[in-house]
């Protein structure tokens, strides 16, 4: 469903911005209702039809306007349906570039490529609905069950791609990999999604040791413990520890684990599937 955002702030009087800090690529910013703030923290995606607080988190576009504008959830209904797009019309404040994604599906070397890194790699590509283009395996990165960037990895060289912003619904470190399955009070922060394919479920990643402000308020309004396990090398656990210090001034519980480091590899994507279970069995 397309939401022309543009147009319904421009009606009510709400104040809105298409870019600077706080605001995404093709998305509208205005002030989050839902609590205090000036620096535009809550975006409209009109393509997609939802919204997103990097301090509140996601809300749908009814409640939004119900909030807004202190109307009956009957009323916010009808003031949505007056603002969803026919003949795929949006006003042009903002100019989008169409997102795409590869639908080709894998091939046999992309999956002998994920069985040498010693996955299942039936079960990777079902779960995670990974794909192909080329010589690169295709990862989308969903949020809310909607693909919004994706990362491609080539199977014979060491080279990772994203998207350029414009061309991404969320830029991937506006994100973190995986939160679709990120449903408990904790989450395991790691650097790759390769790291995150062998922890599986309440793992995420960062893309990277480095991190944005943006994921950092993610983990601050969503989880009340973060465990970071970054690699298992000196900048990774210096940026690691900094993280933490930033997670901890906004109220978290922050654990740095040396787990890696106890089982003597470099990232988790090196730890076998025994040693994950038994590294799950302390959580419990």
């Not at 991190?211 to 298992?232: C, G, P, R, W």
């Amino acid at each position: 469903m397309q939401f022309d955002a543009i147009q319904f702030c421009k009606d009510y009087n709400i104040d809105y911005r298409t870019e600077g800090k706080n605001v995404s690529s093709g998305w509208v910013g205005i002030n989050d209702p839902y609590t205090i703030d000036t620096g535009f923290h809550l975006g409209i995606n009109p393509e997609k039809g939802y919204a997103y607080s990097w301090k509140t988190g996601g809300h749908n576009l009814q409640h939004l306007i119900r909030t807004l504008l202190n109307v009956s959830s009957q009323k916010a209904q009808g003031i949505l349906d007056d603002y969803r797009v026919l003949h795929n019309h949006v006003s042009k404040a903002v100019e989008y570039k169409p997102f795409t994604i590869s639908e080709k599906p894998t091939e046999a070397r992309h999956r002998n490529y994920l069985r040498h890194r010693g996955f299942n790699a039936k079960y990777l590509v079902e779960k995670y609905d990974i794909r192909s283009d080329n010589d690169n395996i295709v990862i989308p990165i969903y949020f809310h069950q909607d693909i919004v960037c994706y990362q491609s990895r080539n199977i014979y060289k060491k080279v990772y791609m994203f998207p350029s912003r414009a061309e991404s619904i969320i830029p991937a470190k506006e994100i973190l990999y995986n939160l679709d399955n990120c449903n408990e009070k904790y989450i395991i922060i790691v650097e790759g999604v390769f790291d995150v394919f062998r922890l599986g479920d309440n793992s995420a990643s960062t893309f990277g040791m480095e991190y944005s402000h943006k994921q950092i308020s993610i983990l601050a309004e969503k989880y009340e413990t973060v465990i970071i396990m970054f690699d298992n090398e000196k900048q990774a656990q210096k940026q690691a520890r900094k993280l933490g210090a930033e997670l901890s001034m906004l109220g978290v519980n922050v654990l740095i684990d040396n787990y890696l480091a106890e089982c003597n590899v470099k990232d988790a994507g090196e730890l076998t599937n025994k040693q994950v279970m038994e590294y799950k069995a302390r959580l419990v």
